[in-house]
């Protein structure tokens, strides 16, 4: 299993996207995006994002 990031991680996701951790829940993060190179849009620049689906940035 892949390390649980912490408040104030910078996390990647969906291959490009960046953001720091937020706050951290039992299955997912909440993220502030920094770095966004796509075409998604985030209501208020911020995500939730699922354990499975980020890496963190070391």
Same mark, same amino acid.
Do not use: L
């Given at each position: ?10 996390? $990647? ?6 953001? /720091? *951790?937020?706050?951290? #829940?039992?299955?997912? &993060? ?9 075409? $998604? ?6 995500? /939730? *994002?699922?354990?499975? #689906?980020?890496?963190? &940035?070391?």
């Amino acid at each position: 299993m892949a390390a649980t990031a912490n408040i104030g991680d910078k996390i $990647i996701f969906q291959g490009k996207i960046e953001g /720091v *951790v937020r706050k951290v #829940n039992e299955n997912s &993060v909440i993220v502030g995006i920094t770095k966004n190179p796509t075409d $998604i849009v985030f209501n208020g620049d911020v995500t /939730v *994002v699922n354990h499975k #689906n980020y890496k963190i &940035v070391k």
